[in-house]
């Protein structure tokens, strides 16, 4: 039998204006199992703590029930006075007699009965807590960044210049993601590989930082602080200690058929390259399925060139094991297949290209050193046609394109047409878009320089068709401001593709059980107050992986996620949170319901040995890892048999309330 | 409650932690009122609501009893209240299903900044339970002195 | 159909790989047929008719589990659903169990027989759609399919979902819309239904029949056996008690029942309580898409899943029915 002591706070006039407290705390006093009850001006006050340290002590009370302002303010206070004096803080219980009573209530009465119901209500809890202690986990200081673009490299660099230690796993050759494949960066127009590349070569450097190129993640087991990862290091068939990165290997193969994925597939490279000049590692790769050393067993050439001795045709994938503390996806975007596009003549004309491919086209080290030039017949364009909004905001064919708007077209647009019109006056830039969305500092003034300096011709509207005819593109679109059709004779032709999540990245929620929604985007915590961190403790999001973005804010989520991974990682070990869910290991029936709907990955089963009066021998059980669990009980309804329950909020507590309110 | 006293219903409200506890904390922070009788629950979110609950309160006297929880997609937990969602809709039904009035159950989603709505919701469920009279159907006679 | 099957049995039994088999035995009464686990010796009590409406599935959640060997079990198309349920919740080994699909072309209800006024039965005949019954009063006849098990009429189909091997032919039962008396409760007033309802599990004496042959029941310990759940079971103190039950129940069970009707089956008091279930079965189906519990192995239910459009509560005040 509990002892229990009552405390009614009058909070000044503020409660005791409208309930009587010194009918409550003598109405209280007929509840079974309370031995003390008594009233204060404010409880809260040092005074009146020191009143309830003095009664738990004199009348050696089990548990305290403070009739006060809501549990939201002065919970933790009172819980903090509980455990001065001794108690365990969960043996307090708060009848909120303020905003839910007082305050609601005019009549003195009516005030002063509730006041007594919900006293009554907690007191009836308070008899079925028991003292719960939180759990504790150790941190493996360690971060692992799922993703080498800006946002995972800003991330690792964070991280480690905090002093932690960071992996990156990259799942192409080389580091450097989207941003190294831009030409030139909005609003400001420099260039993107001379900011990239320098941190890029920081990461590199970095003597936290460990790289891990050419790589996936295998699989992932554990929770927050003690993650255990299993990472596939794709055999790359160069021994990356030994290359130098010469390239030599890169001019003596004789293969030509592969596809330049760096340069969106817009030239051919040998079956041994590097990715692009400013590669990291600066280490050469095999792609075996060109390479005709695999395909015909002969050749060698790269061998027998590589006076490093580094080509190792038996190199084999590689899987490393290593515990990380937290893990950051940064898995980013890829635009999408704009082969679905074909009103457009994607499929038609090479002069079709994707914003990604015109990117490469006008960039100097791209398939045509940065000459605007036509695929089809290397001739200089007069005349180009962006199409914006390519899949973007495309609610009636889910199939082919996206509900959401990529958010950077617009402004990569804009640029686009600026750096036409800069560098070649004579060719005339039309723009088609639905709207030109440019919130962003100086985004705005932006593109209202393309519009008023750059002459580059806007037109509301979208396009129809665009149809080949002859060595021309004929563009036919409506402009909706003049509410006419446009024909336009176009010599090339730009999509502004939409961006979508990267191909792995649903895989990659199902192995971190991180929830994403139904365009692939990784959920955040909280869409507004944890917008970096993942529903799993532990998982961080950082840059387009969560949604679409440019690269200020990309940058700006990294750091936060980031600070997030430091904030983790600077602790020695975590505090559980101590009203989780529990098994009555003598009755769950390991059936697998609540699994289904905890939203953290908070339980699993094991095959347990079970004595009780019902069942001896082996059982699948549910466990609960306390580390995970968040407490919200989702799991004790789903199970019939009432083995799970939540600690803080049993199902004989809320029972025992439910019952002391009806009576 | 003695038989010649007028009969006022009792309510019972499950309010989860995050959005509808705070809601009501805020309704009081506004001076906003609603009648004595609805009494509160505090649950860490709507998805603890056991079913078992429900009928338990009905067993025991109440006569109305609602379920207050944050708006689908601002669950503190992400998907609780969506599983909630499920969880209620069919149980109500059967209870409906079973020839209980309708408006004896009733699920809101409540925010913590929406004080008010909480005040009106409240107002308006004490209005249909009292409109509906005293829950005979559900209770265990024993329990109503 | 029974010799066939005996004789499959005793060839499978014969090297020792499987421990039994859980099958029919004759019961109690005449046209009682009864769980049993058969070794080879016994393979001669082994009965497969008309009788054999039980379900066994939920006899392989003790069975499977206490004994290396793998066991041999005889499901009806019906019965594969709740096996599959079972094994979804892991409380069956699939691999521990060998399934062979016993053909089925509904089952008899010998109650539908005494209703339909033929007392003091001594036996049964079947000759195609026509039963000849002997009486105590003489040979009587009437036609197999007035006098089919509830749940036949709710047939699922002649498939076996499960089965490693199948024995005989089956044929579908299902009369048309079984929703039907769903449908016909609801058309009701409130007042009605309430009454029938009350009426209905106001019968009811707690005997746990249903719940002991529920395949969907199979907790270890009842919430209503467990002194620390709060609603222990208690004598029926109040009119309420029972229909507590019956909802808590059919609650449990929703999103996992297979509709196999077992549970008015055996209901000694004979209360419709496949009704509740079927009542919840339709509105999973209405409201969250078509979903058939056990339909595999592996399924989420719909009370373990949601979409962010879901009808809100409220969706049942504008929903058919009478008010």
Redesign the interface.
């Known amino acids: 039998m509990q002892k229990i002591g009552v405390f009614v706070c009058w909070c000044g006039s503020n409660i005791a204006a409208t309930v009587d407290v010194k009918a409550v705390a003598q109405a209280l006093k007929n509840e079974a199992g309370v031995v003390f009850s008594t009233d204060y001006q404010y409880m809260c006050s040092e005074n009146g703590q020191a009143m309830i340290r003095q009664a738990i002590k004199e009348h050696q009370l089990t548990g305290i029930v403070v009739c006060s302002c809501?549990?939201?303010m002065h919970e933790a206070t009172f819980r903090k006075t509980a455990v001065s004096a001794g108690l365990n803080p969960y043996m307090v219980e708060i009848a909120?007699i303020?905003?839910?009573?007082s305050?609601?209530?005019?009549?003195i009465a009516?005030?002063t009965?509730?006041a007594i119901?919900?006293a009554r209500?907690a007191v009836a809890k308070l008899h079925k807590n028991a003292p719960l202690t939180a759990g504790t986990s150790p941190v493996t200081k360690r971060a692992l960044v799922i993703g080498g673009g800006i946002a995972g490299i800003q991330t690792a660099l964070d991280v480690a210049d905090a002093g932690f230690e960071v992996d990156i796993v990259e799942k192409s050759p080389t580091i450097g993601g989207r941003m190294a494949q831009l030409d030139k960066t909005f609003p400001t127009l420099d260039c993107s590989a001379c900011i990239l590349t320098p941190k890029m070569v920081e990461a590199a450097q970095h003597e936290k930082i460990n790289i891990i190129s050419y790589a996936e993640l295998e699989s992932l087991s554990g929770f927050v602080g003690n993650f255990t990862a299993t990472i596939r290091k794709k055999a790359r068939f160069i021994d990356e200690d030994k290359c130098s990165g010469c390239g030599v290997c890169t001019e003596k193969c004789p293969s030509r058929k592969g596809l330049d994925e760096f340069n969106m597939k817009l030239n051919k490279r040998g079956a041994v390259y590097i990715p692009f000049a400013q590669a990291i590692p600066n280490v050469a790769v095999i792609d075996a399925e060109q390479c005709l050393h695999f395909r015909t067993g002969k050749c060698g050439l790269c061998q027998k060139n590589c006076s490093a001795g580094a080509i190792d045709f038996e190199q084999k994938d590689q899987l490393i094991e290593r515990k990380y503390g937290a893990i950051v996806v940064a898995t980013g975007f890829k635009p999408i297949d704009a082969s679905a596009f074909n009103e457009y003549a994607y499929n038609d004309s090479p002069d079709v290209v994707t914003s990604l491919e015109f990117e490469r086209i006008m960039n100097a080290a791209g398939p045509t050193k940065g000459q605007l030039i036509r695929p089809s017949d290397l001739k200089h364009p007069h005349e180009i046609v962006v199409i914006q909004c390519v899949g973007s905001r495309c609610t009636e064919d889910k199939e082919k394109g996206k509900p959401y708007c990529s958010k950077i077209c617009c402004m990569y647009t804009a640029k686009h047409a600026m750096l036409v019109r800069e560098k070649y006056p004579d060719v005339k830039v039309h723009v088609f878009y639905i709207d030109a969305r440019t919130p962003g500092k100086n985004f705005d003034e932006f593109y209202r320089r393309a519009v008023e300096q750059y002459d580059v011709d806007y037109i509301k509207g979208m396009v129809g068709k665009v149809a080949v005819e002859g060595d021309k593109l004929h563009v036919q679109g409506s402009d909706l401001l003049n509410g006419e059709q446009v024909h336009i004779n176009a010599d090339m032709v730009v999509l502004a593709t939409a961006i979508e999540p990267d191909p792995t990245a649903r895989s990659l929620g199902t192995m971190l059980t991180a929830?994403m929604d139904t365009n692939d985007f990784f959920?955040e915590?909280?869409?507004k107050l944890r917008p970096v961190e993942s529903?799993p403790a532990g998982i961080f999001l950082s840059g387009v992986a969560q949604g679409p973005k440019d690269i200020p804010e990309t940058v700006a989520q990294a750091g936060a996620a980031a600070a997030k991974v430091i904030g983790l990682l600077c602790k020695n070990e975590l505090t559980c949170n101590a009203?989780v869910a529990q098994t009555n290991e003598a009755i769950c029936n390991g059936c697998s319901q609540c699994e289904k709907?905890c939203?953290y990955g908070a339980i699993t089963y094991e095959d347990k040995e079970i004595r009780s009066p019902e069942f001896r021998g082996i059982r699948r059980i549910a466990t609960v890892n306390e580390a995970i669990c968040?407490?919200?009980?989702?799991c004790?309804?789903?199970c019939p048999s009432g083995a799970m329950d939540?600690k803080g909020?049993t199902?004989s507590q809320?029972?025992s309330?439910?019952?002391a309110?009806?009576? | 409650m003695s038989m010649n006293q007028e009969w006022t219903p009792?309510i019972?409200a499950f309010c989860c932690n995050w959005c509808s506890?705070?809601g009501?904390?805020?309704?009081?922070?506004g001076?906003?009122?609603?009648p004595?009788?609805v009494?509160?629950?505090?649950?860490?979110?709507s998805?603890?609501?056991?079913?078992?609950?429900v009928?338990?309160?009905?067993?025991?006297?109440?006569d109305g009893v609602i379920l207050c929880g944050c708006h689908?997609?601002?669950c503190?937990?992400?998907?609780?209240n969506?599983?909630a969602?499920?969880?209620?809709?069919?149980?109500?039904?059967?209870?409906?299903?079973?020839?209980?009035?309708?408006g004896r159950?009733?699920?809101e989603w409540v925010s913590a900044a929406e004080g008010a709505k909480f005040?009106a919701t409240m107002n308006d469920f004490v209005k249909t339970i009292t409109e509906l009279g005293e829950n005979k159907?559900?209770?265990?006679?024993?329990?109503k002195k | 159909m029974q010799e066939m099957i005996i004789n499959r049995l005793r060839e499978l039994l014969a090297d020792g790989e499987y421990a039994g088999v859980i099958g029919w035995a004759q019961g109690e009464t005449p046209f009682d047929r009864t769980p049993n686990l058969f070794n080879a010796e016994g393979l001669d009590q082994l009965r497969y008719d008309s009788f054999c409406g039980s379900n066994l599935s939920k006899y392989l959640v003790q069975q499977a589990s206490k004994t290396e060997k793998k066991i041999i079990a005889l499901l009806k198309p019906c019965d594969c659903y709740s096996f599959n349920q079972l094994c979804t919740e892991h409380r069956i080994d699939r691999n521990k169990v060998y399934v062979i699909g016993v053909g089925c072309k509904g089952k008899i209800d010998v109650e539908k027989i005494r209703k339909a006024g033929i007392k003091g039965i001594t036996g049964i005949t079947e000759d195609g759609d026509l039963l000849k019954i002997e009486t105590m009063y003489g040979e009587k006849e009437i036609s197999r399919k007035d006098v089919l098990l509830e749940k036949c009429l709710a047939c699922k189909g002649k498939e076996h979902k499960c089965a490693d091997e199948v024995l005989g032919e089956s044929e579908e039962t299902c009369s048309g819309d079984k929703y039907a008396a769903?449908r016909r409760?609801?058309a009701m007033t409130?007042?009605?239904?309430?009454?029938?309802?009350?009426g209905e599990l106001s019968k009811c004496i707690r005997c746990n029949a249903c719940r002991n042959v529920c395949p969907a029941c199979s907790c270890i310990k009842c919430?209503f056996d467990n002194p620390n759940s709060?609603?222990q079971n208690k004598a029926a103190?109040?009119?309420?008690?029972e229909?507590?039950f019956h909802?808590?129940r059919?609650?449990h069970v929703?999103g996992r029942c297979t509709d196999c009707g077992e549970c008015s089956r055996v209901c000694p008091q004979g209360i419709p309580l496949h009704l509740?279930n079927r009542?919840?079965i339709q509105?999973?189906n209405e409201?969250?898409g078509d979903y058939q519990a056990g339909e595999s192995i592996g399924q989420r239910h719909?009370?373990?899943?949601?979409?962010?459009e879901?009808?809100?509560?409220?969706?049942?005040?504008t929903?058919g029915?009478g008010?």
């Open positions: 809501s549990p939201r909120n303020r905003e839910q009573c305050w609601i209530h005019k009549d009516e005030g009965e509730k119901v919900l209500a929830s959920t915590a909280h869409p529903p009203c709907v939203p968040q407490g919200c009980g989702a004790t309804v789903t939540l909020f199902n809320i029972m309330e439910v019952d309110i009806c009576r | 009792k019972v506890y705070a009501a904390d805020l309704a009081g922070s001076r906003m009122n609603y004595a009788n009494k509160i629950i505090r649950i860490p979110c998805c603890r609501l056991n079913p078992m609950f009928l338990r309160a009905f067993q025991r006297g109440a689908p997609g601002d503190h937990y992400s998907t609780g969506y599983y969602r499920r969880r209620m809709t069919v149980l109500f039904s059967l209870l409906d299903y079973m020839g209980i009035e309708r159950t009733r699920v005040a159907k559900l209770g265990d006679l024993r329990c | 769903v409760l609801e409130a007042e009605e239904r309430f009454e029938f309802w009350r919430v709060g609603v103190a109040d009119d309420f008690e229909s507590l909802i808590i059919a609650y929703a509740l009542r919840i509105d999973v409201l969250y719909p009370l373990t899943d949601f979409t962010l879901d009808e809100e509560p409220s969706v049942i005040d929903r029915g008010k």
